[in-house]
């Protein structure tokens, strides 16, 4: 009888292990790598979603704003403030340019931050002596650098274009660009002139665009006065025009420079940061053109894919897109125009 092994390998052969191969590893990542490119879009739109839906909620809680601030006062808030009394001699009227958002902060739960500002002094002045510089004026300096959440859409991806402010992607509409780009007595909602209410809109709250998306400038830069070189972005940048006015044969020109603080100041009331209009449509492929404060030609410009959201007079939001035609886009911009909007946007 012979002797039993106890061990449990012994009397067997042993079984070989067998790996992956180089080309079976080279499959499996291929795999994986195709999967990932599919997942990454879906996962990219649905960020975009959440960002675009906050952008909206941003823009709903303007229009409620815009709403109460109306029925408290009488009148939608203007688009640039402009000096009732006695202006001192070491500024001017146009340093007085409080825009739409200043004006609506203690709508929009920022009461601390409104009684912060002194209205009484310029935006900025010249102090004694001084030829061309012209600093911001030091009783507002603090209030004019915090930086606002809901006034920022979290599609932009970029930062403030300058160091002393809290940016704004928000700008009010005035009017469809005539004439000339010039905000005084223009033809929409928010203009350098009186207050307008609900009253003025004669086309209907519901067909007149109140507010609008801009991009924001470059960081790092904050102006420019050589005509050369072209910005990298020129949706971030103005062209900045010679004169008094502006036309479509000089806005095509080489410009005398550039300007890139766009959107730097929510607090300030002109073209460069808070006001926009129609003459060009969204997103549109020829750069923004300005003089400095007013006039400008200036479009709605966002990074979501397709076009721009616009809140407008009766507090809804809608999607504009890039193709819009442009005279239904300037029509929606006019508070009185008589025009008949018949077409998708």
Known sequence: MSARSDHPSEGRSAIPTRGFTLIELLVVIAILAVLIALLLPAVQAAREAARRAQCVNNLKQIGIALHNYHDTLGGFPVGFLYPTGKVPSTTSPLQYRWSALAQLAPFLEQSALFNAFNFDFAIAYQPTGASAFWPFHPANTSAMAVNVATFVCPSDGFGPP????????????????????????????????????????????????????????????????????????????????????????????????????????????????????????????????????????????????????????????????????????????????????????
């Open 162 to 345: 300058s160091d002393m402010s809290g940016p704004t992607n928000y700008v009010f509409c005035t009017g469809d660009g005539a004439p000339a780009g010039d905000a005084t007595n223009a033809n929409g909602m928010f203009i350098l002139g009186p207050s307008l209410s609900l009253r003025n809109a004669i086309d209907g709250s519901s067909s007149t665009v109140a507010t609008s998306e801009q991009l924001l400038g470059m960081p790092g830069n904050y102006t420019q006065t050589t005509p050369t070189p072209i910005p990298s972005i020129p949706a971030r940048a103005f062209a900045r025009m010679t004169g008094t006015m502006l036309d479509d044969v000089s806005c095509a020109a080489a410009p005398a420079g550039w300007l890139f603080n766009k959107g730097a100041n929510w607090w300030d009331g002109n073209y460069l940061n808070t006001l926009y209009n129609h003459h060009e449509t969204p997103n549109s492929n020829r750069y923004d053109c300005i003089v400095y404060h007013n006039p400008g030609w200036k479009a709605a410009r966002s990074h979501h894919p397709g076009g721009v959201n616009a809140l407008f007079c009766d507090g809804h939001v809608q999607f504009a897109k890039n193709t819009v035609e442009s005279s239904i886009w300037r029509g929606l911009a006019t508070r009185a125009g008589g025009e008949i909007i018949a077409g998708s946007f």
